[in-house]
């Protein structure tokens, strides 16, 4: 008796070894294999410009006021904190480093997973439904090449370009609130913003940040596109997973990248 | 991709094709070749991997054991990239149609063109509208998939087949959903292109009237196995019971109409069966 319940609890586990790790691993091994063919794969200019402004350009307007508020709320509490001890002219600094360091890569792509993310993925495994992207292969055209590839680079081209823009809006919006509205000195704010600055540690770091963001969020969203399940519900499904998976994918690798960066 | 075939040889072969979707087997054995210049059909009830069959010989499927050739190459054993050029020689209508939704119809046909060929743009034009013009739809060039019945929409689909001349054309339950007026044209449609262009077609399909009136060679496909081969006629007089149900469409016989289940008495909870 106790032996057949020992047996049933080793298999059960088994079972979820089996389906959950090397589900996993067989997974990611496709993914691998599935963004290599992707990466290497020619397609025309053309495409790469419609796909730009498909997932670059229109997640311009989420950005920008996003990157504004952040702003905002980021002049506010700094000042809060620092005129307590008399050092709000350091806020273009705090807003500066914060900035371009974490927030500017790491919220961007945040918005760019539930913006541009989501709507490749349904996009993607819409076309998978209707037979569209079967159709492309049976008439010789290797879908990777023509519908994948260059859904891929554009999210790769975008994410930097719109982290500059959201880290640019974001400061703007901080000079606005802390010089404006709380009366910090325009002067010490983008001095001390200049002095301690450094271009390559910083915004370079926080430009490779988003580079690595934006490789890592597309790959997720065009492959739970392509290897959807063939219906609304797979859709539906593969679209949540895209936004889950690229958000802690983001968080996780923002540690061990600012851990190799900043770390000692 | 090296091997060619002979004027007689049969285009595609498949020799003893295992296929099993998860635990589900589909085909048990599947032997049949097909000979160039006809028009074949397979033909089956519902549900027995006639849309399967084809996508193995598209190499959009492999089969679990067995072989496919096509054209004299067995796909299994293609490249990505060989694949990809021996289906520039082959054309497959979806059951659905399958157009970009994102293209007009103009677009739709020209697409393997444009990705295909170097041809100037006034001669994709020509070309593309010559397509439209065999099925009725050059006045719906401009017209968006979602502007189109489904009878129309498949109609795009099968001027966009056969925009790069193929060899062997496919097509997947190609009557289903058409009125008769489209029908009778795409009857003569599918007989017209098979002469004019020298195709090998191969219709998959259960509107058995349609099928027999147009078809050089008939097979007949059950429960995972070819049970039939040979022409219309032939079939038609095959003494086979499960053929012959299929063939003239009755409801009692070897091939049962209801999937699968438990007990009558037993789904409605009924005491004892008097």
Redesign the interface.
């Known amino acids: 008796m106790l032996l057949k319940i020992f047996i049933k609890i080793l298999e059960s586990w088994g079972r979820y070894f089996r389906i959950n790790f090397l589900g996993f691993c067989q997974d990611f091994g496709a993914s691998g294999v599935f963004v290599l063919r992707t990466i290497f794969g020619l397609f025309g200019f053309r495409y790469l410009i419609n796909q730009i402004y498909a997932v670059g350009v229109l997640s311009l307007i989420i950005i920008a006021v996003s990157g504004l508020f952040i702003g905002f709320v980021l002049g506010l509490q700094g000042f809060y904190t620092l005129s307590r001890f008399g050092a709000d002219q350091f806020l273009g600094q705090l807003l500066a480093l914060s900035i371009t360091r974490e927030l500017g890569p790491v919220v961007t792509a945040l918005l760019f997973a539930g913006r541009a993310g989501s709507a490749l993925t349904s996009e993607i495994g819409l076309m998978k439904t ?3 992207l ?9 879908p990777l090449r ?1 519908v994948i590839a260059p859904r891929f680079w554009a999210g790769v081209i975008s994410m930097p370009l719109l982290t500059l823009i959201f880290s640019a809006v974001a400061i703007l919006g901080g000079y606005f609130v802390t010089v404006h509205w709380l009366g910090v000195n325009a002067g010490s704010f983008w001095s001390n913003m200049q002095a301690s600055v450094n271009f390559r540690d910083d915004v370079l770091n926080g430009l490779i940040k988003s580079l690595v963001f934006g490789f890592v969020v597309t790959w997720i969203s065009v492959y739970q596109g392509y290897t959807c399940h063939p219906t609304s519900q797979g859709i539906a499904i593969a679209t949540t997973k895209t936004v889950v998976y690229s958000s802690l994918a983001i968080l996780g690798l923002d540690f061990f990248l600012t851990a190799l960066m900043f770390g000692k | 991709m090296k091997s060619e075939l002979n004027a007689e040889d049969p285009v595609v072969v498949l020799k003893d094709v295992v296929f099993s979707r998860g635990e589900k087997l589909i085909f048990k054995g599947i032997n049949l070749s097909i000979q160039p210049g006809k028009i074949t059909a397979i033909m089956g009830p519902s549900g027995t991997g006639k849309t399967t069959l084809l ?1 193995l010989m ?1 190499g ?1 499927l492999t089969p679990s054991s067995g072989e496919v050739k096509v054209l004299g190459n067995t796909v299994a054993d293609l490249s ?1 990239g060989d694949l ?5 020689r ?3 209508l ?1 059951q ?1 149609g ?4 994102d293209m007009t119809v103009f677009e739709n046909v020209a ?2 063109l444009r ?2 060929t170097q041809l100037p743009e006034s001669m994709i034009r020509d070309i593309v509208l010559m397509k439209l013009q065999a099925v009725g739809l050059r006045g719906a060039r401009n017209l968006y998939p979602s502007e189109l019945s489904g009878g129309m929409a498949r109609r795009v ?1 099968l001027a ?1 087949a056969v925009a ?1 001349d193929p060899e062997i054309l496919m097509y997947d339950e190609p009557f289903t959903g058409q009125d008769p007026i489209s029908m009778g044209v795409l009857i003569k449609l599918i007989k017209t292109l098979n002469q004019a262009m020298g195709l090998t077609s191969i219709i998959v399909s259960h509107d058995v009237h349609e099928v027999c009136s147009i078809a050089d060679d008939v097979f007949i496909l059950s429960d995972g196995l070819i049970i039939a081969h040979g022409t219309p006629e032939e079939i038609l007089k095959d003494p086979d019971p499960k053929t012959r149900q299929f063939m003239l469409g009755e409801p009692d016989g070897p091939v049962a109409f209801d999937y699968p289940a438990p007990d009558l008495y037993f789904d409605f909870d009924l005491k004892d069966k008097t």
């Open positions: 209707t037979e569209q079967s159709s492309m292969s049976m008439m010789g055209v290797d023509r | 996508q598209g959009l990505r990809f050029s021996l289906r520039q082959m054309g497959l979806f659905s399958a157009l970009f939704t697409f393997a990705e295909h689909a966009r790069l």
